[in-house]
């Protein structure tokens, strides 16, 4: 399996920005980089994906490392919204519509 | 447009019943992937519909099963229910197979007793 390391937890207070971070150093070429996120009581949540460059989308930015071994997904602004369980995800040509979860990230946003 | 629907969005059945779920992607989405969440093992991958056709499939038994009609819903199929299979069922649309956004149900939680 695609195989990305996540930290379990991290914490945030409201209106600070928050960087999260991703580990794939065996990621393959055409492998894509895509984040979902889980609030409580509902099913996952499309964020952001991106392949070398950085990218950018009304939730979110996406910043790939040069040497694409790792990536930090970045709110610009937390609100207390955001809580949730964030999941980095790699997504390879044979993967189809497969996404692979790890553990992801809990993410507290203080108010 | 409205988003991906499940039904029924709660289920108790009892141990060796068989359970049928079922999913409305979004409108214009061909592909349709099911998962079930549980808090041991995370979300999982069941398998994927596109175009009628069974594209994916995760490492589950037999008993789990699915299809996907004409105008892309689909239904999941659980025989001999066992007290594990008590999850969160969750399915995603999408408009293809391949590398695109998902976009996930509210899922439906079955509880066997």
């Known amino acids: 399996d695609a195989k990305t390391t996540q930290p379990n937890s991290m914490e945030s207070n409201e209106e600070e920005p928050v960087h999260l971070p991703c580990n794939h150093s065996?990621?393959?070429?055409?492998?894509?980089i895509h984040w979902y996120r889980q609030l409580p009581s509902q099913g996952p949540e499309y964020v952001i994906h991106?392949?070398?460059s950085n990218v950018n989308n009304r939730m979110a930015s996406l910043a790939i490392a040069e040497d694409r071994k790792s990536s930090t997904l970045i709110l610009h602004r937390a609100t207390l919204r955001d809580a949730a369980v964030y999941y980095c995800?790699?997504?390879?040509?044979?993967?189809?519509?497969?996404?692979?979860f790890g553990e992801g990230t809990q993410l507290t946003v203080n108010p | 447009k409205a988003g991906v629907t499940q039904t029924p969005r709660y289920l108790i059945k009892t141990r060796g019943q068989q359970v049928t779920l079922s999913c409305s992607p979004i409108?214009?989405?061909?592909?349709v992937s099911w998962y079930q969440q549980t808090p041991g093992q995370g979300l999982q991958f069941l398998f994927e519909?596109?175009?009628?056709?069974q594209r994916n499939k995760g490492n589950f038994p037999g008993r789990f099963s699915g299809r996907q009609f004409s105008n892309s819903r689909s239904e999941m199929n659980v025989s001999t229910l066992e007290l594990g299979d008590s999850a969160l069922y969750l399915c995603?649309?999408?408009w293809g197979t391949g590398s695109y956004e998902q976009y996930f149900g509210p899922g439906t939680r079955l509880t066997v007793t």
């Open positions: 995603a649309s999408s």
């Open positions: 065996t990621i393959s070429g055409t492998d894509y």
């Open positions: 991106g392949l070398t």
């Open positions: 995800i790699r997504r390879g040509e044979t993967s189809g519509s497969r996404l692979t």
């Open positions: 409108s214009g989405h061909r592909s």
């Open positions: 519909y596109f175009s009628e056709t």
